[in-house]
């Protein structure tokens, strides 16, 4: 994988089995397996790979280091919405992330942000830790990208833990 090191792919690949393993709170919705979360997780080395970003796999082996902090979380990625992405005076996209709790006691987020241009193309990402979210409440950070991003920019939530 030119661009990418087979570290970085190999840790972002992890860091979605790992998801998929965490399972899902709620039975109503298709839990991805986790071989399609290991197609996912390749599809998205992939396409990180060919763009040829070193800043850009640098940001992604990143947010598999941080997804790991959240071992033994549970998929709530219904729990969480983003705001408007805006560019900051450096160029960086921001967004604003609510986690919303629905357990009974206080609970820690890890969301991971993915920005894409209008195609759809992943430009950066990152991954937001929201700690000691209360019972039932919730919750509030911005993320912010790592790299100076230009003309329409997107963003959605890759991954998000409760643990």
């Given at each position: 994988?030119?661009?990418?090191?087979?570290?970085?792919?190999?840790?972002?690949?992890?860091?979605?089995?790992m998801?998929?393993a965490?399972?899902?709170g709620?039975?109503?919705?298709?839990?991805?397996?986790?071989?399609?979360?290991?197609a996912?997780a390749?599809?998205?080395?992939?396409?990180?790979?060919?763009?040829?970003?070193?800043?850009?796999?640098?940001?992604?082996?990143?947010a598999?280091?941080?997804l790991?902090?959240?071992?033994?979380?549970?998929?709530?990625?219904?729990?969480?919405?983003?705001?408007?992405?805006?560019?900051?005076?450096?160029g960086?996209?921001?967004?604003?992330?609510?986690?919303?709790?629905?357990a009974?006691?206080?609970?820690?987020?890890?969301v991971?942000?993915?920005f894409?241009?209008?195609?759809?193309?992943?430009?950066?990402?990152?991954?937001?830790?929201?700690?000691?979210?209360?019972?039932?409440?919730?919750?509030?950070?911005?993320?912010?990208?790592?790299?100076?991003?230009?003309?329409?920019v997107?963003a959605?939530?890759?991954?998000?833990?409760?643990?």
């Amino acid at each position: 994988m030119a661009g990418l090191g087979g570290r970085g792919a190999a840790g972002a690949a992890l860091a979605l089995v790992m998801v998929s393993a965490a399972g899902c709170g709620n039975d109503s919705q298709h839990s991805p397996t986790p071989a399609e979360q290991a197609a996912s997780a390749a599809s998205a080395a992939a396409s990180l790979a060919a763009r040829g970003g070193d800043a850009l796999a640098s940001a992604s082996a990143e947010a598999g280091r941080r997804l790991d902090e959240a071992k033994g979380g549970l998929n709530a990625k219904d729990q969480v919405s983003l705001g408007a992405v805006t560019l900051d005076g450096d160029g960086r996209a921001t967004t604003t992330v609510t986690a919303r709790n629905t357990a009974s006691a206080a609970k820690s987020f890890a969301v991971q942000v993915n920005f894409t241009d209008g195609g759809g193309n992943l430009l950066d990402v990152v991954v937001l830790m929201v700690k000691d979210v209360a019972a039932h409440g919730s919750g509030h950070g911005t993320a912010r990208g790592n790299r100076r991003l230009h003309g329409e920019v997107r963003a959605n939530v890759g991954t998000a833990l409760r643990y």
